[in-house]
């Protein structure tokens, strides 16, 4: 049943909705639902998409809910989408799992889905525009044991449980360590939920139970600010070693004085960028890929003035 008009307008305000317009009228409509609207990170994705929409003339229309965690509004606002009859969907989910039917179901209202960031339980969507999330952990895991000379003990802080990308990256993070470096002893991994003061206590955890720490691996933003503000508190810079995912001026600068020594960057405005474009391909019935990566690279301050770096964390394609 459609929802009435001042319901509409209610969910709309509450979570966040904006759009994009071009000039003239639209002649689709896309809408983009991250899968929250804190971070760094997804303002990035929401540039990008903006972007494709202006180049392919099209409107789109971004809504989120207010936390990742939260998998019900965000099944809701792509139920909201459903009834209003966009012409496409694009959709970062925040469980693998939970938005599988609400996915499924636009799909077959002919609704074409593109699935960006983080994978869904799903072979329908048209195409799946993220990093590759476990080779992601993988560089991580391979720059962590670089850093320790193969040698001590390691800790992961992790997105949220049923993640996609989370589970890709700490996967990858954890098998190519106990495949390629065994005098590395694995701790544990604890999940942040997104959230930066959890994985500031989770970390403050880790450092508490095993003084003798040596690297800890933060999965996204959030879960890396949390694992350096505790190696800072902790008076253990330069004696742990710290590997985060993702970019923020908070990241880069601790990047820059040597709390963090390494980062793993995906390209948020290229997963923007590209998950619209695809989505309007779908629309007018041209080819679309259906796996589109969107590349990542490892930061260091060795190679932070590079190009391609640069390229990278100022949110160019």
Excluded at 281 to 288: D, G, S, T
Aim: proline share 4%.
């Amino acid at each position: 049943m459609t929802k009435p008009r001042w319901l509409l307008a209610s969910l709309l305000l509450t979570f966040g909705v904006s759009c994009t317009r071009s000039a003239g009228p639209a002649r689709t409509t896309i809408g983009v639902v991250p899968k929250g609207q804190v971070h760094v990170f997804w303002q990035t994705v929401r540039a990008g998409a903006e972007a494709a929409s202006k180049e392919a003339g099209v409107e789109m229309v971004w809504a989120a809910p207010q936390l990742e965690t939260d998998y019900s509004g965000q099944a809701s606002i792509v139920e909201d989408f459903i009834n209003r009859g966009v012409s496409a969907l694009v959709i970062a989910p925040s469980h693998q799992k939970a938005i599988v039917s609400v996915a499924e179901r636009a799909i077959d209202a002919g609704i074409p889905v593109v699935i960006m960031d983080s994978g869904l339980d799903s072979t329908r969507p048209v195409s799946y525009v993220a990093t590759d999330n476990y080779q992601g952990g993988a560089l991580a895991a391979r720059e962590m044991g670089r850093l320790l000379g193969g040698k001590g003990k390691v800790a992961v802080v992790g997105i949220a449980a049923g993640s996609g990308s989370g589970l890709a990256r700490e996967s990858g993070f954890q098998e190519t360590i106990q495949r390629e470096f065994p005098g590395i002893e694995l701790l544990g991994l604890q999940y942040s939920d997104s959230d930066r003061s959890k994985a500031l206590s989770v970390a403050e955890d880790f450092l508490s139970r095993a003084p003798d720490v040596a690297g800890m691996f933060g999965s996204n933003e959030s879960a890396a600010v949390g694992v350096f503000r505790a190696v800072q508190n902790r008076g253990k810079k330069g004696q742990v070693k710290v590997v985060g995912f993702d970019a923020s001026s908070d990241l880069l600068e601790a990047l820059r004085d040597g709390t963090i020594d390494a980062l793993v960057v995906q390209n948020p405005f290229r997963i923007g960028h590209d998950a619209v474009a695809a989505a309007v391909a779908a629309i007018r019935k041209q080819p679309v890929e259906k796996r589109i990566d969107t590349g990542v690279v490892v930061v260091t301050q060795a190679n932070f003035e590079s190009p391609e770096v640069q390229k990278v964390i100022g949110g160019g394609k």
